[in-house]
């Protein structure tokens, strides 16, 4: 924790590095471009998993989960797709290991138990689900079918960076199936939109929702929807992607179902999906030199008091006086830690809950308790204020209630940045065909882009 | 829907194979030994976790993610555990396919692409957990660490069965590392005490939590505690194991911490597990000849609502009669189909329902809305009743209140077996050191033992 960090504007990509292993985010394992997601990533992923669940259920979506292999000959079968995937999948070959004779303790791959169907580790489920819609859809009544799986999938990269492409990733994955075109066409919008209100509005990120160019479409897809989302260095970060996959996968998997009118027809798809991915994308958008920056919603802790004492005598004091504000704000569910670890000194907290991104800290100490006053100190602005003891409570729900607002005000340059972005991208015709814009533009923003 | 279940008296085993089939819980796929999850049965396992997690959270404990695989060298390191696990596990030997140039379309695995060292599909995830430890911790202050994983864990079984036996299945698994023995052992018998809690009262399975002997243990652990289920058919299902590891994996990845005195020692570990298996022992512990029996906590639908109906007129007028009641319930956080499908004849649907083991469903038609009143079925009992339109709702809601303990009621008898079984292995010394007697006794159980 001693160490400071190194700053944006020397090396981008260090800072971020840096900043992910230190704020205790996650950490490289020994598994080759795999990752550890630390407890405190978790927390935050966690909050990030149950609104998009709430969002998923909310409009008629069901969880199912389904293997974690897929036989070659299923994953051959859509070709485009095997071919999008074939280069950087893990292969299971052997289903058994056995004692090396000629090294006692050691384990060896055992030649006897060749699997006689390699199995691949799911890079993306299509395959494997629509081999199972198979059985699950006759006729018009099965439809639609609205599915979504949180897993864990692999892509052999050979270059990975924690969270922004990782080897192994957890994400969400939906595969729906429909009856007609424009039906499938439309929840692969509704998704993208889903998408789109999440990142802006749960994790105060700007996005621009796009329609993706051919060459940058899904392996199997007709059509990508996708958010973007602009980091600090101004490169775009692709933060969640839709597709509408026509009736590519019903082809391959022989996916039929009879119509009201008793024909049958091939099945039409959609699939969409958001990862640990988007971790990295928050931090981008967020942080700064000091370290993580939390939006108050995601932060698993949202206010940490920090007691500083002497004496035994001088913390019971403290925590008489902090614990009826404690519960005050525990009553309006806002996550408290009070941090009296008597292993580490404040300066030490003090660093550890900043590197950390919690939004708001508090500090008590004997002559606060004599003053009647403490000290609070809020992480997006890096500003501490004194304030009187009875009026605590006030302020930190005061100061609760305009944080969504900062959030979005303070997002207000990245945004233009993005509209600028977006102006360039559509002139060079590069790999976004742009057809919405999510953010809702003022006058003013109006103006500045009708100047260029 | 049509074909009627096995009895169990008739085959126990087929009975329990169609059931969860045709409760569309899940189904074998396509890759061998491993298991679809449909919604329907995922929704029942997402209530389960959400009340376990919160358990979990409640004692301390945070989640966090570790990767899938384990490098073979990592695995072999606690001998006893790779011994265990080494026949049974999925072997990854390649990361790439190729074109396969005789056979146009197809893909075959390029042998350029072999790892260096084979990476092992996690069977449990001591060694890879602890090998991460080892870096985490350096003194005292770092412990304890109460870490718990939701993940999908891979076992080469032989012969599977959905949910109780599965190649992949999902579980959690609770990682523990603390500065001495003592703290170890209770952490221990703590998440053995929250099984049993979760088991008895959440899912209405009456439990005896044992002490396993040492070849019935887990590989590596110096102590398995445990929660045993009784099914219907009089066998012991193992539903949830909590281990004492000692210095094992301490040792074995040398993970030592300097203690208040400054001397090091190796660090002493727990890890604590249940598994979608709990699904089997929900299953088999309250159904029945007609199908699934659900306890109404974990009933993804708890109210279903059948209109009759002849003509659009009547369905509209039965929906705005029923729309209150429906409106009332879902106040009470009581989760209500109105299965209104135009696809499906009333019959069909009381039947999947029944199947289904949804608690309560309700049959409103043309009669009923003449001489106002419904039919309430009562899944637990396949009992019906007519009740007047008034008072339908004092009458769902007393049954909603006396459900749980109707629960317990009905499981007494069952609970008696149990004791009884308890009393036989004691004698015959049988794989269970019993310590404790998890269900409150009363005097005349204590009578009904003593005689024995």
């Given at each position: 924790m001693?160490?400071?960090?190194?700053?944006?504007?020397?090396d981008y990509s260090k800072w971020y590095n840096e900043l992910v292993v230190k704020a205790d985010l996650a950490e490289n394992s020994s598994v080759r471009g795999c990752m550890v997601i630390k407890p405190y990533g978790y927390a935050i992923w966690e909050k990030m998993q149950a609104q998009l669940d709430k969002m998923f259920k909310d409009t008629g979506h069901q969880n199912a989960y389904f293997p974690l292999f897929v036989p070659k000959s299923l994953f051959e079968a859509e070709e485009k797709n095997a071919e999008g995937f074939a280069k950087e999948c893990a292969v299971v070959t052997h289903y058994r290991l056995k004692n090396d004779k000629e090294n006692s303790g050691k384990l060896i791959v055992d030649e006897n138990a060749k699997l006689e169907e390699e199995l691949i580790v799911r890079p993306t489920s299509e395959a494997i689900i629509w081999n199972t819609y198979k059985n699950w859809i006759q006729s018009y009544r099965d439809l639609p079918i609205l599915i979504n799986q949180w897993a864990n999938v692999v892509r052999w990269e050979m270059r990975t960076r924690l969270f922004l492409r990782t080897a192994e990733f957890l994400w969400q994955e939906g595969h729906t199936a429909h009856a007609n075109k424009d039906e499938a066409l439309k929840e692969a919008e509704l998704m993208n939109n889903i998408y789109s209100d999440f990142a802006q509005n749960f994790m105060g990120i700007p996005v621009i929702k796009g329609l993706k160019s051919e060459s940058e479409r899904f392996a199997g897809a007709e059509e990508t929807y996708c958010i973007e989302a602009l980091m600090q260095d101004g490169k775009a970060l692709q933060a969640g992607t839709s597709h509408f996959l026509g009736q590519n996968?019903?082809?391959?998997?022989?996916?039929?179902?009879?119509?009201?009118?008793g024909k049958l027809d091939y099945v039409w798809a959609t699939s969409w999906g958001v990862s640990t991915r988007l971790m990295g994308a928050l931090i981008m958008t967020h942080s700064d030199d000091n370290g993580l920056v939390l939006p108050p919603k995601l932060a698993p802790i949202q206010v940490v008091v920090i007691p500083i004492y002497r004496s035994d005598e001088q913390l019971d004091e403290i925590t008489k006086k902090i614990t009826p504000i404690l519960d005050e704000l525990k009553k309006k569910n806002i996550s408290v830690l009070f941090d009296n670890r008597d292993t580490h000194?404040?300066?030490?907290?003090?660093?550890?809950?900043?590197?950390?991104?919690?939004?708001?800290?508090?500090?008590?100490?004997?002559?606060?308790?004599?003053?009647?006053?403490?000290?609070?100190?809020?992480?997006d602005k890096m500003k501490k204020e004194l304030i009187d003891f009875d009026k605590v409570l006030t302020k930190l729900i005061f100061f609760w209630k305009i944080f969504k607002l900062i959030f979005l005000i303070k997002l207000r340059p990245l945004q233009m940045k993005i509209l600028e972005l977006l102006i360039v991208m559509m002139n060079l015709n590069l790999y976004l065909k742009i057809k919405v814009v999510s953010y809702p533009l003022t006058g003013m923003d109006l103006m500045r882009l009708k100047k260029k």
């Open positions: 001693s160490k400071k960090l190194t700053k944006r504007s020397e996968f019903a082809k391959a998997f022989d996916v039929k179902f009879a119509n009201k009118e000194k404040p300066g030490y907290k003090f660093n550890e809950h900043e590197i950390k991104g919690v939004p708001i800290r508090i500090a008590v100490g004997p002559k606060d308790l004599e003053n009647s006053t403490l000290e609070i100190f809020r992480r």
